[in-house]
T-cell receptor, first 116, second 114 residues
Framework: EAGVAQSPRYKIIEKRQSVAFWCNPISGHATLYWYQQILGQGPKLLIQFQNNGVVDDSQLPKDRFSAERLKGVDSTLKIQPAKLEDSAVYLC??????????????FGPGTRLTVL | AQKITQTQPGMFVQEKEAVTLDCTYDTSDPSYGLFWYKQPSSGEMIFLIY??????QNATEGRYSLNFQKARKSANLVISASQLGDSAMYFC???????????FGRGTSLIVHP
């Protein structure tokens, strides 16, 4: 089966510009996650969707970050305006149903964002 | 306080030898799950192994095993018969109670020498 797809793989922007990332989860996976991974750290969850509804966005900086999953399939994460500290890898992951025991998450290759 | 602590920023091992990657965790919730992920240079996180707090036996998956010591709050990953392809970052993570949000450690970089 096809894995989690993300685009673009790399993005370089200047501070105060806007940027958007796209994620297409594994077919049939109801739960979708966006993580931010700053260099030298583990991933930090930004937002979790169950189908097209938000389950948790408590760690999403809502003044500049937004995310949507309109039809319960693919998702976009947007940053507007970007700051230097947003430089990171943005990982998308999907799973079948959140919280079901192991709930194995399948990750995409990530988008590496550099803000100059 | 850190919920997940990985004290080894980098580890080196000879090919075909075993290696242990350390992970300690902090939680007061009796129900939790512990995960290990591998992140090669290509960037994606690959799920390796899972241990539930109520599981009686240590989890094993092929060459991976989790040395779960509940009283010490440790969940070390043991990789047997290391291969060159095992060179990567390894992350320990925990999910507590009914929360869906996993907390990751800072990772350990493993390099396997031929």
């Amino acid at each position: 089966e096809a894995g989690v797809a993300q685009s673009p793989r790399y993005k370089i922007i200047e501070k105060r510009q806007s940027v958007a990332f796209w994620c297409n989860p594994i077919s049939g996976h109801a739960t979708l996650y966006w993580y931010q991974q700053i260099l030298g750290q583990g991933p930090k969850l930004l937002i979790q969707f169950q189908n097209n509804g938000v389950v948790d966005d408590s760690q999403l900086p809502k003044d500049r970050f937004s995310a949507e999953r309109l039809k319960g399939v693919d998702s976009t994460l947007k940053i507007q305006p970007a700051k230097l500290e947003d430089s990171a890898v943005y990982l998308c992951a999907s799973s079948t149903i959140a919280g079901s025991g192991v709930d194995e998450q399948f990750f995409g290759p990530g988008t590496r964002l550099t803000v100059l | 306080a850190q919920k997940i602590t990985q004290t080894q920023p980098g580890m080196f091992v000879q090919e075909k030898e075993a290696v242990t990657l350390d992970c300690t965790y902090d939680t007061s919730d009796p129900s939790y799950g512990l995960f290990w992920y591998k992140q090669p240079s290509s960037g994606e996180m690959i799920f390796l192994i899972y241990q539930g707090s109520y599981d009686q036996q240590n989890a094993t998956e092929g060459r991976y095993s989790l040395n779960f010591q509940k009283a010490r709050k440790s969940a070390n990953l043991v990789i047997s018969a290391s291969q060159l392809g095992d060179s990567a970052m390894y992350f320990c993570a925990m999910r507590e109670g009914t929360s869906y949000i996993p907390t990751f450690g800072r990772g350990t970089s493993l390099i396997v020498h031929p």
